[in-house]
């Protein structure tokens, strides 16, 4: 931990410094071990009686873990007196690995002050940001619109040293008062507000009649309310109910939480809690009356079990008042988010398409690698679909010669994977995940800009519907992000159908809608690109498309609904238009919901075709009539690749989930489940 930096706040800041760190010799004191405890189910109509816990550490373990990381880390800094001031939370040789031409980012503190609540992301925001904290000291009294102002200076320092960088804002509760004060000050300034259950709704939360309780309860058991303990100890207290005695479990989790708590009492004593009440009602009364002024591209990140302030209702609230405005609702999450540890603040940025080393947003430059979390995520979301249907990938090799496995795809790019695009592109995840986890080949597909756009969000059951495909690289389909996707090296996930063909009507199964004019063969040959061929079925079995209008309901049906003009017109009225030189229905590619009814899966088949090689063929495919002639070939051997897998799986003496479940039952789930013969 690195110590702080000071700087009077009437002066414009310098960069933020750091301090020596401890003496040698000079002992760290640690906070006495937590004891771990498990409940006993032996009885029901008796307390849990305490046990050892197993070795594997549960839920409540590692929250107590990083409460108490968080304690000892504040235990350093508590006795710091003076005025507020930034401090960095790494030293400059943990920022190993910074990505070039990373943006600031300050982190503004909740109604504690510490400046710590970032301790759980520290390491993984320091490679996206050059990071820094503010720290405002127990005993500090600097009122709001002071806070304001060092913050604005900071802000205005750092935009003079990097002009065409964003500067990010994330506050907590009162911080993000702050974090929105700064903004309508400053429209001129390039700002990101990441806002973590904000302090606008102060007025309409539980701290308000709070406040006013605070006078009449003695110190130190302020601390001891229902509101604080939540706020200190994430949801410890709603764990109560998971155990048959509550009483005992309370006693646990006090028992555990103790030396937090009493050092806790220390840094946020009545005389402290009761000033930032004030502040945090002053806060929002200013803030509220200025948020028609805030330009800055915000993101609002609320807490659905937040025991504090009414979050998730004030984030519908702050998306429609500001102007460019996103949000994430975390309905099993408290008011301390940040310190919960299945909340990943660096992903829930990069999902949302919120992370940017520039003015605008650059999808693929700006993209940053996954990480082995964010991958099994992805593997996660799709491993009831992996299970059902067990998907088989097969390549085909320079010769001709077609194998079980991906030993056809080259290892190398620029490679451009062109295929068709089966029912609600359900295909995608077992594709791009299974590639990844067998040859470590990381795909970036070209998509559809509904999944890119704010007002599409608003439209969709979860907000973050789409993060997870531009965690794993998803970008808009344009010829721009395509040309440097190539010139990068990349693998390209293609579809020439798009939209139309993954919003198929009844009757149009395996049938693609390529559009004349030979759109990526002229962009591939320039890079020298290989393109690959592909074919997939099994998903259109999946869904049962011949049933009766009563069960389903493609396009064509839904026209004919009242009413439906409305919803049609939301759909696609902000929505970037794809291919309106082209003619027919491949025009325009309108976005439109698909009602299906599953049936009990089969299994899926992916083939990838033989290689075509565009490398020294540049000049020759700079003839629309040779260009035009390699893209119907393309076309011509993905057809190719679905015949032969629609008549291939009729082999399959597995391609039904029954005898898939049996082999599993005999071999066991991991064994590899035979399929026909190539």
């Known amino acids: 931990m690195a110590a702080l930096a000071s700087t009077p706040p009437t002066l414009t800041p310098p960069r933020p410094s750091f301090l020596p760190r401890r003496p040698p010799g000079c002992p760290r004191r640690r906070a006495p071990p937590f004891p771990r405890y498990a409940a006993s189910a032996s009885s029901r109509n008796r307390a849990p009686r305490p046990r050892p816990a197993s070795p594997s550490p549960d839920a409540t373990t590692v929250r107590r873990g990083v409460m108490r990381e968080y304690v000892e880390a504040a235990r350093e800094m508590a006795p710091d007196g003076g005025p507020p001031r930034w401090f960095a939370p790494l030293d400059p040789g943990g920022a190993g690995g910074r990505v070039p031409g990373a943006p600031t980012l300050l982190y503004l503190p909740g109604i504690d ?71 309508a000050r400053n429209r001129d300034i390039d700002l990101v507000l990441i806002l973590i259950n904000p302090g606008t709704s102060f007025h309409k939360s539980r701290l308000h009649s709070l406040s006013a309780f605070l006078d009449l309860v003695p110190d ?79 993101l609002v990140l609320a807490s659905g079990n937040d025991e504090l302030l009414p979050s998730h209702e004030e984030a519908e609230r702050l998306q429609g008042t500001l102007e460019k405005c996103r949000i994430r609702h975390f309905r099993d999450n408290g008011h301390k988010i940040l310190l919960e540890d299945e909340f990943d603040l660096a992903t829930t940025i990069k999902g949302a398409g919120y992370y940017r080393r520039s003015r605008q947003t650059d999808f693929v430059s700006d993209y940053l690698p996954l990480t082995a979390g964010e991958l099994e995520k992805a593997i996660d979301r799709d491993r009831v679909l992996n299970f059902a249907t067990d998907p088989v990938m097969l390549s085909t090799l320079p010769d001709g010669k077609i194998v079980r496995g991906l030993a056809g795809l080259p290892r190398e790019g620029p490679v451009v994977l062109v295929g068709y695009h089966m029912l609600m592109g359900f295909e995608l995840g077992p594709l791009v995940t299974g590639v990844l986890r067998n040859t470590g080949i990381h795909i970036r597909g ?33 010829p721009v992000n395509f040309y440097k996707l190539l010139s990068e090296k990349n693998f390209v996930l293609l579809y020439p159908g798009g939209a139309r063909e993954a919003l198929h009507r009844k009757g149009e199964e395996y049938k693609l809608f390529w559009p004349e004019q030979s759109e990526f063969v002229r962009m591939a040959s320039r890079f020298g690109a290989t393109i690959i061929p592909f074919g997939v079925v099994g998903e259109d079995d999946l869904c049962d498309v011949s049933a009766s209008f009563k069960v389903l309901l493609d396009y064509n049906d839904l026209l004919k609904l009242p009413f439906y003009d409305i ?110 013969e190539p």
Request: some cysteine; glycine content about 6%; proline content about 6%.
């Open 113 to 183: 002050g510490v400046g710590l609540g970032l301790i759980r992301h520290h390491e993984r925001l320091s490679k996206m940001f050059e990071m820094w904290c503010l720290h405002i000291p127990v005993e500090d009294r600097t009122p709001f619109e002071r806070l304001v102002e060092y913050v604005e200076r900071t802000v205005k320092s750092d935009r003079s040293r990097a002009p065409d960088r964003p500067v990010y804002l994330v506050g907590e509760s009162v911080g993000a008062c702050i974090a929105l004060a700064v903004a």
């Open 220 to 298: 130190p058991f302020h601390l001891s309310t229902p509101q604080f303990l939540n706020f200190l100890t994430g949801n410890f207290m709603k764990m109560s109910s998971t155990f048959d005695g509550a009483g005992q479990a309370l006693s646990e989790i006090t028992t555990g939480l103790l030396p937090s708590l009493m050092f806790l009492a220390d840094i946020l004593p009545k005389e402290s809690i009761v000033w930032k009440m004030k502040m945090l009602r002053t806060a929002s009364s200013f803030v509220n009356s200025r948020l028609h002024a805030v330009k800055a591209q915000s």
């Open 446 to 478: 070209l998509a559809h800009p509904f999944m890119f756009s704010e007002s599409s969000e608003q439209l969709m059951p979860d907000s973050s519907h789409f993060d997870l495909h531009r965690i794993m690289g998803a970008v808009p389909v344009t």
């Open 567 to 676: 919803l049609d017109k939301k759909l696609n009225e902000d929505g970037l238009k794809l291919r309106t030189d082209s003619t027919g229905e491949i025009k325009n590619q309108d976005m439109h919901p698909v009602v299906v009814t599953p049936k009990v899966p089969g299994r899926f088949y992916f083939i990838f075709g033989k290689p075509i090689e565009t490398r020294g063929r540049e000049k020759e495919l700079r003839a629309k009539e040779k260009a035009q002639h390699l893209y119907l070939h393309v076309k011509s051997e993905v057809e190719s690749c679905i015949d032969y897998l629609k008549e291939k799986r009729e082999e399959d003496p597995y391609r039904s989930i029954l005898p898939r479940l049996l082999y599993q039952a005999a071999h066991g789930p991991g064994a590899e489940i035979p399929t026909f």
